[in-house]
């Protein structure tokens, strides 16, 4: 009876006369349901809003690097820009890592094709971070492939987060995907390389 129920429980009805008590039950979940929707959008654009700012935070550093090293640095020092705990330009190769390029990883031959293949340019990943960022702690992993020149070893940009699925969804995709192609750019410039 809802008019029972709304004498035993008045603040779960308000005013309201309550003729039927499972259409109401709808009619209340409905409407928070559609409350919540509204909310979780909203904190998405705004998510990947502030990540569309970064990107061109960082693609404007690139451009005004003075160096090869400070713009490796940029890329290197992009983490917290991408709400990742952790990020690498890996290079396949087996001499050392070039000096003055803290962040930069070497990593075997053929890891490029073993994790993209050889069409794709990019992948969110749930593992893998050991071989790629030197650490395990990582749940969400972006990683993009940097073609730099057609004589150059393979390489690779990679973000790992802590959180799961920190790297989903189009609109950050496609902001993680802009700044590699911006940063594989500022690379084949600094080395003076011919366009791809």
Request: glycine fraction near 10%.
């Amino acid at each position: 009876d809802g008019e029972l129920l709304g004498l035993l429980l008045p603040q779960r009805f308000g005013d309201a006369r309550v003729r039927d008590m499972q259409r109401h039950v709808i009619e209340r979940l409905s409407s928070e349901n559609a409350v919540l929707r509204a909310e979780r959008d909203g904190l998405k654009r705004e998510r990947s809003v502030r990540l569309g700012d970064g990107v061109r935070k960082l693609v404007l550093d690139l451009i005004d690097a003075r160096s090869f090293e400070e713009a490796i640095a940029v890329a290197t020092a992009a983490a917290p820009a991408f709400g990742a705990d952790r990020v690498a330009l890996c290079v396949e190769g087996e001499n050392a890592a070039p000096r003055g390029c803290e962040g930069v990883r070497l990593i075997a031959h053929g890891t490029t094709l073993a994790v993209l293949g050889r069409e794709s340019s990019g992948a969110v990943l749930s593992g893998g971070g050991e071989a790629l960022l030197g650490a395990s702690d990582c749940n969400s992993i972006a990683v993009f492939r940097l073609r730099i020149g057609r004589d150059t070893p393979a390489a690779l940009y990679v973000l790992g987060a802590k959180s799961e699925g920190r790297f989903e969804g189009e609109e950050t995709a496609a902001d993680l995907s802009f700044f590699a192609r911006a940063l594989e750019r500022a690379i084949r410039a600094w080395l003076d390389l011919p366009k791809l």
